[in-house]
Structure formats: structure tokens, C-alpha cells
């Protein structure tokens, strides 16, 4: 039995031919490397939500209403890049409100008119005490001053008449 690894005739690259495909592999790398647009490592500092306007909420409606074959409404979706969640809320909205359901709304709670009133009821009601303590105080630091200016009537009486009552 032959050996088959001596059978075999391997040939050695010689150095010249090895230094050449590395050249080569190195120019094809450099080419590749100068030709490809760098890498953007910028980032979009704010990511924003995407808004759709009540036409075009409207417009999807319309084509998703007109598919009628299995798989047409998936493509639509894909298509526009929007969820089936999507779908379903406009199409909720639009089936409880009509056509206003579309339109965009405020993000929040909404104003309750009558927790506005008791808050504005309430504010008033604190003004009002403010005011009536200040007034309290004001009526009495008037009623002070008109003792103080009596007295001093009265002081300046006796010192025209010469008879103090005050001794000091």
C-alpha cells in the first residue's frame, strides 16, 4: 500500500510569489477601503414620533377598506409602515366620532369644566379671606391711630392750659 501523502506533490509558494498576492490583496483592500463612502456616526439627537394628518389617516382607511383579497391588507401595511394597531384605533375613532375622530387631538387629560370651576371657586375664596383679614387690620390700626390723635388733642389742651396732669 502506497502512501497517499507522499503521493501528493505539494508545491511551495517561493517568497516572490507570496509578497505578490499580498500586494494585490493589499490594492484590492486600499481600492475597496477609498472607494466606500465613510460610515455616519451622527446620530438624529431627538428621535420624533411619526404624525399622521387626518387625510392621510383617511387615505389609508380608504385603501384598507377597498382590499378584498387575503394578504392585500398586510401589503397596505408594510407599504405605509404602520401597525394593524394603527388601523384598528382609526378605524375605531372614525366608526365613534365620524370624520372629526381622524383629526389630531391634544395628548393629556382633558379639562374638566367643573373641577376648572372648583379650582377658580376655590381661589377666590382664598382672595376673599385675604382681603377681609387685611381690611380687619387696616380697620384697626385706624381705630389706633384716631385713640393716639385724641390723646394727643388732649395733651396739647393741657399744655395750653398750663395744668398738666401728666408728671413725670
Not at 395628548?107 to 380687619?136: I, V, W
Not at 390723635?149 to 398750663?162: N, P, W, Y
Amino acid at each position: 500500500m502506497a502512501n497517499p501523502m507522499k503521493s501528493v506533490a505539494r508545491s511551495i509558494p517561493q517568497p516572490a510569489e507570496l509578497e505578490a498576492a499580498l500586494e494585490g490583496a493589499r490594492r484590492a483592500s486600499a481600492d475597496a477601503a477609498s472607494r466606500a463612502a465613510p460610515a455616519q456616526p451622527e446620530v438624529v439627537a431627538i428621535a420624533r414620533r411619526r404624525q399622521f394628518s387626518a387625510s392621510e389617516k383617511r387615505r389609508i382607511l380608504a385603501e384598507a377598506d377597498r382590499c378584498s383579497e387575503p394578504g392585500q391588507i398586510g401589503a397596505l401595511l408594510r407599504r405605509e409602515g404602520i401597525y394593524s394597531s394603527n388601523l384598528a384605533a382609526w378605524r375605531k375613532r372614525r366608526a365613534a366620532e365620524g370624520k372629526a375622530g381622524l383629526d389630531p387631538r391634544k395628548r393629556g387629560s382633558k379639562a374638566d369644566p367643573a373641577t376648572a370651576q372648583a379650582h377658580r371657586t376655590a381661589a377666590l375664596t382664598r382672595e376673599n379671606d385675604r382681603l377681609r383679614r387685611q381690611l380687619m387690620q387696616a380697620r384697626l390700626i385706624i381705630d389706633v391711630q384716631k385713640k393716639v390723635s385724641s390723646l394727643m388733642a388732649l395733651q396739647t389742651e393741657e399744655d395750653t392750659d398750663g395744668n398738666s396732669v401728666w408728671t413725670g
